[in-house]
Each structure stands twice: as structure tokens, then as C-alpha cells.
């Protein structure tokens, strides 16, 4: 995962429908504007945070050496176990190298653990690479998909798949991991279930696209059945010839209802002798036409109290993130550098955007009538380590004041999770600034 700041800031607005709920004070912050010296603040507590109420810790750090696990690095997106048996207890990240893996830390006693790890390195046969999303999914097991596939002009890639542990919470020697190969083939970055349990995703790449799978089975207690048979589509807005459109919008049948390419879809062979859609070239085509959107990357969904739901995409070539009413299919630009920053009241403009992997901030975004479309942003943290990107910001839903945030590739080679944590129940401690506030969460 790279360029990754945009998701960050998506990360922050969702919150308000989970996170933000109840008693938390995330939302308490003073905007900062500028960014903090590279290397000015110890790798341990790498973040200039915007209130002095926040505060910061290493959970997990990664031995470069590997000398008491596998532990490849580049720690990416995170989750913890949302449903089922200790539901909360267990914080999971994967690897996006090129020998894949997951970790698993018990948040109980802050040990950590690498449950899985692909067998081989690339470009072996049985290598797993660039493992990139973290999802729970509604039946109590843990998804995740590689970062990884090829243009259509090239060879065909073996990578660029989903897939399922099927139990997540058992001991690492018993972790059975399974590909869903129902989904076409794409560079996987987020992943979002709606509260139908229609699964979206994308392909993070530029000139490329958003997903929509639809089980036949939605309410399945299993993966084996989710995905034994459904339907994929692909976003057009409008007629799908303008790139980035807002508007209305439709979804394009990719397969039927059990998962079978449509007639003239593009499908191909991967060097394990495994057939599957092309979900990069398809969607180019003009009877499965997709709009374009370039380096989609971060899904979230946010449920409002009248019970819609927005989907959030980040696409970071452009600097810019969008919404999509679920209810409505529309489309809309949801921040830009155009917004407002929260600090100076003017257009973001290139504070907004995605710096080369040497300072990263974190944006909390504001929009209070909750009509897609931001009001303003505001810079709330930002990384000073040397070499390194912040990703996978995750509100815990158990804890509400207490984030987890990744400090990814630093030139130490020390990967981190870093714990953040906020005053709760919310503050009696006086006003920070009400600039960060978004006081009217989920209006109708």
C-alpha cells in the first residue's frame, strides 16, 4: 500500500457512525497546519497529534531480524474480530511483502503472533504477495486479498485473489486459509461489507474500477456458501465514459447469478492453470463498461440513523475521495483539495495529497448534514518517521476511545503498530476547539 493518506482521512469521517459513537472525544481537536520534522520524534511515539488529550504507544514492533517469528513486514490495513466467540480481543494485520502473512495481537495481553504465512516467496508458484485488506466478515471470519495483478497487455499473474481464513482464532498450526475464487482477479485493496452483506471492492490501479459482489446465499453462516455462487458487477455513473463521474449511477452485471462469466467477458488462465475474470480488462470493454476512477484504494461504510449507507472510496492519484449513496446509487465528490481546511478556512490544496513516504498525515473530515460531500478537513496527526507511511487506522468498536494506526516501511526496518488512545467518557477537560467537531452525526 502506497500513497495511502487519503484512506487515512476516510478512516477518521466513518468513524463518526461507530467510533465517534457514545462517549468518545477523537472528534476534540485543535487542526494543525504544516507538517512535523522528519525524524524529530522517537520512532516509539511518531506522531504529532493534534490534542493534548491524545495520547500514543507501541503495541507491536517488528524485529527486523525475524528472530522469534515470521514477520516479513510492511504491516498494512487492520481489524479485530467484530462477532463470535471473545469478540473484540484480537487485533489482526497482514504483511504486504513479497512472501505475504498475517499476525494476530491479543489486546488483552499485547502478544503477537504470525497465525499464517504464504509457504514461498515470489514469483514462486504457491507464493502469496502483498497482502493488503483486513475485513471481518458478518459470519465471524477473517478476509484479506493481494495487492497485485497485471495489466492486460502483459502475462497473465497468479495473484490479485481473495481470500478467507476460515478460523481465525484457532492456534497458528491449525489456521486453515482458503481462495475465494468466485471474485475476478484484480489488485485488491478495501473491502466493505453492506448491511445486506453485499461485498465491494476494487481494483487499485490507475483507469480502473469498483466492484460489487452479491452472494446467492447473503445470510450464510460460512465462506463456503457465501461464495459458492453470486453475481459481481462493476460502478458506471452515467454512460461511463467520463472518468471520475458523479451522479447517478448503475451496477453492470459481470457474471450471472452463480458466478459465471457473461458472454464476452475477458477471461484468462494464471500460471497455476486457475481460470478467472479479468476484472481489469472487462470492465474496459463496452458492453461491461465500468467508470474509470484512478488508484481507487480505501472502501468504508458509514449507516446513518435512518439506516442508509454511504460507501467511501479513496482514490489518490487525483487526491480525492468519493461517496456513493447505497440507497440511491449516487455518486458524489466527497473531499478534494478543493475543501475547506478546518485550520485556515481556505481550500486544502496541496497540503491535501500524497507525499513520497517521508511524512504522512492523518485528516479527519467533517460532514455534518451527512449528504456525502465533506464541509471541511482537518489535519489531526502527522508521522515523523523517517522513510515510512501511516496505514490501516482502525477505531476499535469495543473501545471507543482507542485507534490503532500502522507506521509502515520505515527506514529502520522497525514496522509498528501504534495504539491511540483519547479521554472517555468524553472530555471534562474543557474545549480544545470546536473546529474538529461534528456535533449532528447521521442526520436523515
Known sequence: MTLKKLS???????????????????????????DVGAGTLPESAPYKLASPHFSQMTIVARDPAQATRFDSGNYDMHTVNENGPEAGRFLFTVFETGQAGIQRTDLRTMQTETIWHSPSAAPALDSHVSFDASRWTPWGTFITAEESWSDPAGPTSKYGRLFEVVNPLAAPADIVIKHRDILPRVSHEGLAFDQKNN???????????????????????????????????????????????TGAATWIPLTDNNGVALPGAVVVTDPNGLTAIDGRATPKLPAFLGTKFDRPEDLEIKTLKNGKQQLYVATTTNHKVFSIDLRSNTVKLFASRATLDMATRQPAGSAFTNPDNLIEDIWFAKDENDDGVAEAIGKWASLSTKGAESTGLYFDKFKPNVAYVNVQHPDSGVDRTIMISTPCPQAKYGHDDDHGRDRDHDRD
Request: net charge negative; hydrophobic share 45%.
Open 8 to 34: 487515512l482521512a476516510i478512516g477518521l469521517v466513518l468513524a463518526g457512525s461507530s467510533a465517534f459513537a457514545g462517549s468518545t472525544s477523537f472528534d476534540r481537536f485543535v487542526p494543525m497546519t504544516g
Open 199 to 245: 461485498l465491494y471492492f476494487i481494483d487499485e490501479r490507475d483507469n480502473s474500477h469498483i466492484f460489487k459482489f452479491t452472494s446467492a446465499n447473503p445470510q450464510a453462516d460460512n465462506g463456503d456458501d457465501f461464495f459458492a455462487a453470486g453475481q459481481t458487477f462493476v460502478l458506471r455513473v452515467g454512460d461511463g465514459t467520463v472518468k471520475e463521474a
